[in-house]
């Protein structure tokens, strides 16, 4: 009787060490999932603050226009390997997570078998036992009885070796899963970690070589450049309705500010650009970094 | 007329400044708000799967506990340092961001006073045009109304002036705030990735520091020492009900592997740690590395 009893001790070691697997990884599993699908909204958060800053870099002047436009550039680089990051996190930590699941399925059904087996072990056993106690003198059927409870044991003693090597396996296998998962974890962490250290330099340093005296130059000259452009028009007698003046003089602004940059900087490309500044951000945007 | 029109695309290019501002300094505050909150929520999922991978240190063996609470260790310090990210993207870059908004406010109330005296102005030269139209010989109306005139434009000189210098001020302490806002930004995103990347240097160490094979024999020796002790117990004729016996049998485990891990070790302190696995971990749970 005592090596069925070991026997079942021997299965509840195995059980657990399924049902404990299964339990944590499974955790582990929608956890991570969950971190990567944070992280994949982080990126998104980040990815509009980028389209912002770069809307915002179009309605600025040129000098602030390059720095910000470069810093978006910048966190937009991140947020790709943030990216990244996701992607392989998912492959490499997610996907390995959610194959586990169906690999603890599988040695639980094992584990199941085994279980019946080891019943029918103890039935044989405690038919004999019955058998001893009611006719203890009745020879044949006792060795009948004893014969069965061989072939039970024997059944029982094969499928448990047969188990142990499968749960040894699956214990070797989930060590080794284990420590690969979240070794790949680290290292995706750590690559994108160092990469946004290193872009986040690059950012700091644009910020830091930003010149706010020019730009607030360019501003000042905007407003006195109007101003002075008015000075210099004819006096006239007659007023044109304030809607159509105003809606001239918004015309005018522009023009003012174009030929003053021009006269300026003496460099045409810049001025074009005024015109569309979408295309600036593409072609000469960064001329005033020069 | 033409000072009048001039002011007025004056008072347009700072209109449309402060209103610039308004609109992509609201964006930049709820972007960066949304991404601060974004942050949190990743670290608490990453507080979680630490909450996670110490429960699960408490259920394996001393190798794998060890290496698992000291991995779950270096994932909550990343987390640490995520958390004070988040305090820090809060008080130096949200806060300032929000402070802005009223900031912005008092500015375009200074402007919304500006536009009530310019239109006195425009108000008064209406006057004097219908005037000169109407009764052009009339001397004293005339030069009444050309008094009032002059000191409706000397009003909006006076207040253009004022609003041209608050403007000023404002274009020059929204340059220094975007670049102080972003740099602190950066900086504070640097120090966190930094620190990420030193602390995921040590837990890829401590990963790769793992002794599966020493870990799988102690799975081995919990399966096969539990068989071993029952192989020693006295054999019975009487069965006890098979409730009873394998729940006297799951005691029997614990004892076994306790008394062999003693055995094997020779150092109580594990043992002890064996009945409070919480214990353990607090305090010799790295025995085994040592």
Request: aromatic share 6%.
């Amino acid at each position: 009787m005592s090596i069925v009893l070991s026997r079942d001790s021997r299965v509840r070691v195995m059980e657990n060490t399924v049902t404990n697997a299964e339990k944590y990884f499974g955790q582990f599993c929608s956890l991570l999932a969950a971190y990567t699908c944070r992280t994949a909204r982080l990126r998104d958060k980040a990815d509009q603050l980028v389209k912002q800053l770069t809307d915002f870099a179009n309605t600025e002047n040129p000098e602030l226009r390059a720095t910000v436009r470069n810093f978006a550039q910048d966190l937009a680089k991140v947020q790709d390997y943030r990216h990244a990051e996701v992607e392989r996190l998912e492959t490499k930590v997610v996907s390995p997570l959610k194959l586990y699941g169906a690999h603890i399925k599988q040695t639980r059904a094992e584990i199941k078998k085994f279980k019946q087996v080891q019943k029918n072990e103890i039935k044989q056993l405690e038919k004999l036992e019955k058998l001893r106690q009611k006719s203890p003198l009745d020879r044949q059927m006792i060795s009948q009885a004893e014969t069965s409870v061989q072939r039970a044991s024997a059944d029982a003693s094969r499928t448990t070796h047969q188990l142990e090597e499968m749960i040894d396996t699956f214990q070797k296998q989930k060590l080794k899963d284990l420590q690969k998962i979240f070794s790949d974890f680290v290292t995706i962490e750590m690559v994108f970690h160092a990469k946004a250290v290193e872009v986040y330099s690059s950012a700091f340093q644009i910020l830091e070589s930003y010149d706010l005296e020019r730009d607030l130059e360019d501003f000042r000259a905007k407003m006195h450049g109007v101003y002075g452009h008015y000075n210099a028009r004819p006096l006239k007698d007659t007023m044109p309705s304030p809607a159509v003046s105003w809606a001239l003089t918004g015309q005018s602004t522009q023009t003012t500010i174009r030929s003053q940059r021009r006269d300026e900087e003496e460099e045409s490309t810049e001025h074009s650009a005024e015109e569309d500044p979408v295309e600036d951000l593409r072609g000469q945007g960064q001329a005033p970094q020069q």
